[in-house]
């Protein structure tokens, strides 16, 4: 017989390699068949429930990194939600509509202005639907569990119908209106866009200092007066109709050479180091109030320009007097409506000059800015040109300029309720408190939002026009347009005409003939994400609005966030969360943004490949996911070393109790020795850590509190001298099963605990733990925090033990760095400890510890008296290490003076405790003995 047969050595057939690329999409298959998803929501009918709102990823490619991040968080919580007592359905869901498919379409060769509109939406459609499929087979590998079978998308018509009826209740409460004013607009994208839908970038571009000749100085003015007015955009100076004042700044009337100019006075200095003004004289101040109403002759066309007085006017730059352009500037707009001054903007819908702007006529507006400059020079009106690099607004789809253009657009008017939207925004939970702030800023500050859209993938604006041009936006109207796309979805809208669009029967004044027309403008595709609360809280069973949480990227702030909330409260006056989580963006490992140019773009499905997606779900869990996060593939690698860690440490514990009989074997609190009752204190910590933490989305201190307690409490600490006592004493010994006790504990607790962040691993394990009766990790409940008496006690005592067992461990390196002992089982500690220690030390022996076996030494003594001065001291304790006495042991390998001393001769290499063990456990090696060397 081996020795080794004598030995309790953990066994078990789970695997120390993981294989998770092979394992994970079985075990989903599986998931899929047992309904795991259903089955949970099942089990928890009649609990409180717990609503995360899915934001919806745009359906076009193949999900990157940032989607596996927030989809990750979101299975994260909720899974926990459903094991803590809570009812919590996941539906997710995605943005269908928009430019992007478009320009997909176009790049394959689409024609969309050749198309039957209903036909090219169709191809429209099955793309998005085609880029759903895709994206929801990437989050599936994953393991996120969810409805994915019944998903929403914003192209459904019973989405479409819900965002209607949204739509027409703002239009009833009279925040829907039609203006002219200059907004976003998209040359490269041919359509209008929200302030939601911009991205600032560094461009260089041309300043110029344009003087304008007087023609109207009310008698206060010399004729010969010029205005001098700065800006960066001189391809807007076409469509100059005024110049802005400030009418309390002082202004000045210069003579430079023969010419006469008129600035503000507070600027001179820097306007004449600027134009080089080598001598110059003030010839007269007035205020701003007195240049009101006078006129001055456009540089190059044969119109006035009216000098006009308003607030905004700053002296930060410029000249203090302000270039409008009334169809290109949203201030220059809205400051000269009191002058009713024409809006022109002279500009088409790919950015060229209409025949509006004389002389400019087919040409791109940016091209305008050279022959601009050129007119101005010729006509002797330029006085400065310069160039500077700033920031400026692009598409964020197109990656292009934009400009403002005033041309007739759909809006919802923010004024008239922001002040309520602003009170609901002091009402939500803000998990990042940051959030709020930001988005009370974007709501206090922005104008009202152009809902209208130039484009042709997306829901219609469901508004009828009659034969006089009233538009029609009736309750009426907007319901039966509203029951027609629940029932037909939004392409009717092109499929009919506008009297078969409208009720039957229905008349207006407007149309004595009877003929209609119908918007062709579709809406802004963050009012379709917007009123997703609408089309899917309100619209689905099981499901409760407003929800206790969205969780999405923190550009969402200024998108979905912000959309969401401004129709919930313009419909129904709340918020349509209770909480709000933003996230980071992601980045490569030295903090660049991902990108194709770059190639530094990582593929969730190359990391599941190579890793197993329980790898890239446990580094979400281990990151500050609240601000911006790197990642690279050698960062994955040392989370996979992390998981390593964690799985080994769990086998272990599966291993040493696969014998053990949790309704026979386990043994009560009471009965425990005292470092198995701190395990178990510090366990319940743990549950009680982790469980905080998953309540405030904190993933990273879920995975640090799990963590720090395998490596510190088990690996360094309690499994570390539990081989010892697993392996070595009898089978069913009492000591085997105070451990055995609390490592089954240990194994199970941690694995309901990291269900949420490795689910494919701790369902592998619960098919080791037959003993559990529920089929699935994942049907379990949260564990519990305990309340265990004298908690605080124990805790206080053990910690203070191990710092003792530190400062021995000091020692024994030191012994060790001098040749004295090799492992620490060869040691023999002596400590000369002061009354605080030696209280703790007996203490430690009294409740039937080994204190030898808990430091892993083959002998310790506690002595009395003074240290001798050749003594080490290590922190406040006096240590003396020496070679142990004996011979080892060669089945507990410990060194021990008794090896050899047990009567029976085939004993002869164990010590009297093995022996013991031996003699009684296997009676067949104490007659024949053991083959030499056998372990």
């Known amino acids: 017989m081996k020795i080794k047969e004598t030995l309790n050595l953990g066994k078990t057939a789970f695997p120390m390699r993981a294989g998770l690329p092979n394992k994970e999409p079985k075990m989903q298959e599986a998931w899929d068949e047992a309904k795991l998803y259903e089955y949970r929501l099942k089990e928890n009918e009649g609990k409180p429930s717990f609503m995360l709102h899915d934001g919806p990823p745009y359906a076009n490619g193949d999900i990157h990194v940032g989607h596996a991040m927030n989809k990750i968080s979101k299975d994260i919580i909720i899974r926990y939600k459903n094991m803590a007592g809570f009812k919590?359905?996941?539906?997710?869901?995605?943005?269908?509509?928009?430019?992007?498919?478009?320009?997909?379409?176009?790049?394959?060769?689409?024609?969309?202005?050749?198309?039957?509109?209903?036909?090219?939406?169709?191809?429209?459609?099955?793309?998005?639907?085609?880029?759903?499929?895709?994206?929801?087979?990437?989050?599936?590998?994953?393991?996120?569990?969810?409805?994915?079978?019944?998903?929403?998308?914003?192209?459904?018509?019973?989405?479409?119908?819900?965002?209607?009826?949204?739509?027409?209740?703002?239009?009833?409460?009279?925040?829907?209106?039609k203006g002219a004013k200059p907004i976003y607009w998209s040359p490269s994208s041919e359509s209008s866009l929200a302030e939601a839908e911009i991205e600032y970038q560094d461009v260089r571009s041309a300043s110029i200092f344009v003087a304008f000749k007087v023609t109207d100085t009310k008698g206060i003015l010399p004729e010969d007066a010029e205005f001098v007015i700065w800006t960066t955009t001189p391809w807007t100076i076409p469509s100059n109709m005024g110049i802005f004042a400030h009418p309390d700044y002082d202004y000045v009337l210069v003579q430079?050479?023969?010419?006469?100019?008129?600035?503000?006075?507070?600027?001179?200095?820097?306007?004449?180091?600027?134009?080089?003004?080598?001598?110059?004289?003030?010839?007269?101040?007035?205020?701003?109030?007195?240049?009101?109403?006078?006129?001055?002759?456009?540089?190059?066309y044969d119109r006035e320009t009216l000098i006009m007085n308003a607030e905004y006017v700053t002296l930060d730059s410029g000249t203090g007097l302000v270039h409008v352009a009334p169809g290109h500037g949203e201030d220059d707009y809205i400051f000269s409506r009191k002058y009713k001054l024409p809006v022109l903007s002279p500009i088409d819908d790919r950015g060229y000059y209409t025949d509006e702007a004389p002389g400019f006529e087919g040409l791109f507006y940016d091209e305008g800015n050279k022959?601009?400059?050129?007119?101005?020079?010729?006509?002797?009106?330029?006085?400065?040109?310069?160039?500077?690099?700033?920031?400026?607004?692009?598409?964020?789809?197109?990656?292009?300029?934009?400009?403002?253009?005033?041309?007739?657009?759909?809006?919802?008017?923010?004024d008239k309720f922001r002040e309520n939207i602003l009170s609901e925004v002091e009402k939500v939970d803000w998990v990042i408190p940051w959030g709020k702030t930001r988005l009370y800023n974007m709501i206090r500050d922005r104008g009202d939002w152009v809902i209208s859209r130039q484009r042709a993938w997306g829901v219609p604006l469901p508004i009828f026009y009659a034969e006089d041009g009233t538009a029609i936006i009736t309750p009426e109207t907007t319901e039966h347009v509203?029951?027609?796309?629940?029932?037909?979805?939004?392409?009717?809208?092109?499929?009919?005409?506008?009297?078969?669009?409208?009720p039957d029967g229905f008349t207006h004044p407007g149309s004595p003939n009877g003929e209609f027309t119908k918007e062709t403008d579709i809406m802004d595709v963050w009012f379709d994400s917007g009123s997703s609360w609408n089309g899917v809280l309100n619209q689905r069973d099981g499901l409760t609005y407003p929800a206790d949480l969205y969780l999405e990227g923190s550009d969402q702030y200024r998108g979905w966030f912000n959309s969401s909330i401004t129709t919930s409260v313009a419909v129904n006056g709340i918020a349509p969360y209770k909480a709000v989580l933003s996230q980071g963006f992601v980045q490569d490992a030295k903090g660049r943004k991902f990108s194709k140019s770059l190639g530094n773009g990582i593929a969730p499905k190359d990391v599941t490949k190579q890793y197993g997606a329980d790898i890239l779900r446990l580094w979400v869990a281990s990151v500050d996911s609240t601000s911006d996060v790197r990642v690279s593939m050698d960062l994955i690698g040392q989370t996979s070393e992390s998981y390593r860690?964690?799985?080994?440490?769990?086998?272990?514990?599966?291993?040493?109790?696969?014998?053990?009989?949790?309704?026979?074997?386990?043994?009560?609190?009471?009965?425990?020795?005292?470092?198995?009752?701190?395990?178990?204190?510090?366990?319940?910590?743990?549950?009680?850590?982790?469980?905080?933490?998953?309540?405030?989305?904190?993933?990273?201190?879920?995975?640090?509190?799990?963590?720090?307690?395998?490596?510190?409490?088990?690996?360094?600490?309690?499994?570390?001298?539990?081989?010892?006592?697993?392996?070595i004493e009898a089978e069913k010994s009492a000591a085997r099963r105070r451990m055995q006790t609390v490592m089954y504990e240990i194994l199970v607790t941690l694995t309901k605990l990291l269900v949420p962040v490795i689910p494919h691993t701790t369902e592998e394990i619960w098919t080791y733990l037959e003993q559990e009766e529920e089929a699935y990790a994942y049907l379990t409940e949260m564990p519990v925090a305990q309340n265990i008496p004298e908690s605080d006690e124990i805790l206080d005592f053990w910690s203070a033990f191990l710092d003792f067992r530190t400062s021995v461990h000091k020692a024994l390196e030191i012994a060790r760095d001098e040749k004295i002992i090799g492992k620490s089982l060869e040691a023999s500690v002596v400590v000369y400890p002061d009354e605080v220690t030696k209280t703790l030390l007996a203490s430690v022996a009294d409740n039937g510890e080994n204190i030898a076996t808990l430091l892993i030494v083959s002998e310790f003594t506690v002595a009395d008296g003074i240290a001798p001065s050749d003594v080490l001291k290590v922190d406040d304790n006096a240590i003396h290490v020496t070679h142990a006495h004996g011979d080892v042991c060669e089945r507990c390998r410990r060194i021990d003076e008794t090896v050899g001393t047990d009567e029976n001769p085939n004993l002869a290499s164990l010590c009297v405790h093995c022996a013991g063990i031996v003699a009684a456990e296997f009676p067949e090696a104490a007659k024949i003995g053991f083959e030499i060397k056998a372990n």
């Open 256 to 300: 430079v050479e023969n010419r006469k100019f008129v600035i503000a006075s507070e600027l001179l200095n820097t306007v004449a180091d600027k134009l080089e003004w080598a001598d110059y004289k003030v010839l007269q101040t007035l205020k701003g109030s007195e240049l009101d109403g006078m006129l001055a002759k456009h540089p190059f």
């Open 645 to 727: 860690k964690i799985r080994n440490t769990l086998r272990f514990l599966i291993a040493n109790t696969s014998d053990f009989d949790k309704t026979t074997d386990a043994i009560t609190f009471d009965e425990l020795k005292g470092s198995d009752k701190y395990l178990l204190v510090r366990l319940n910590e743990v549950v009680k850590a982790v469980r905080t933490a998953y309540d405030l989305y904190n993933f990273m201190d879920v995975y640090r509190t799990i963590f720090n307690f395998l490596t510190n409490d088990l690996s360094a600490f309690y499994l570390d001298f539990a081989k010892d006592i697993v392996y």
């Open 371 to 414: 022959k601009v400059t050129e007119l101005l020079t010729e006509k002797g009106a330029l006085l400065k040109l310069e160039f500077f690099t700033h920031s400026y607004p692009h598409d964020w789809r197109t990656k292009k300029p934009v400009i403002f253009r005033a041309t007739p657009q759909w809006f919802a008017s923010i």
């Open 88 to 177: 919590a359905p996941y539906v997710p869901g995605w943005d269908t509509h928009g430019l992007p498919i478009e320009q997909v379409l176009t790049k394959q060769g689409v024609k969309r202005k050749e198309l039957d509109r209903a036909e090219y939406l169709r191809m429209c459609r099955d793309y998005a639907l085609s880029q759903v499929d895709i994206q929801r087979k990437g989050f599936k590998s994953l393991g996120v569990l969810g409805d994915w079978e019944h998903p929403y998308m914003s192209l459904q018509p019973e989405f479409e119908a819900a965002q209607i009826r949204v739509f027409g209740k703002m239009a009833e409460k009279n925040y829907i209106y």
């Open 482 to 502: 509203a029951t027609l796309f629940e029932k037909e979805g939004s392409i009717i809208w092109w499929e009919r005409e506008a009297k078969d669009l409208l």
